[in-house]
Nanobody, 125 residues
Framework: VQLQASGGGPVQAGGSLRLSCRFS????????MAWFRQAQGKEREHVGT?????DSTYYVHYPFDISRDNAKSTVFLQMNELKPEDTAVYYC??????????????????????WGQGTLVTVSS
């Protein structure tokens, strides 16, 4: 499995940006997809997860939105009302859609087996 994130760049506070992550090397719908972010000097944090079918989303950072297009093997992160504190490298990640007894584990990095290279989002005030 390979993941390729794109769409980052500079944006002014209050603006919007949509990130994309292209998946290859497997059956996309068999994977839950997540976005994480890491600001300089801080730990990586979970931004949201979407199920393989796209029917469910988990712990999505408000006011962002996660969606996916299984026909195009792509997951999106729509970021709205951006603030300077949203400045970070954003990573997409994938895990097989197997049963999980506690959905809170979807916020943990070690649940995900595959990671993209990251795309930098810089929000200026």
């Amino acid at each position: 499995v390979q993941l390729q994130a794109s769409g980052g760049g500079p944006v002014q506070a209050g603006g919007s940006l949509r990130l994309s992550c292209r998946f290859s090397g497997g059956t996309f719908s068999n994977y839950d997809m997540a976005w994480f972010r890491q600001a300089q000097g801080k730990e990586r944090e979970h931004v949201g997860t979407i199920s393989g079918s796209g029917d469910s989303t988990y712990y999505v950072h408000y006011p962002f939105d996660i969606s996916r297009d299984n026909a195009k093997s792509t997951v999106f992160l729509q970021m709205n009302e951006l603030k300077p504190e949203d400045t970070a490298v954003y990573y997409c990640a994938a895990r097989l859609s197997i049963f999980i007894d506690d959905s809170r584990r979807l916020k943990m990095e070690d649940e995900y087996d595959h990671w993209g290279q990251g795309t930098l989002v810089t929000v200026s005030s």
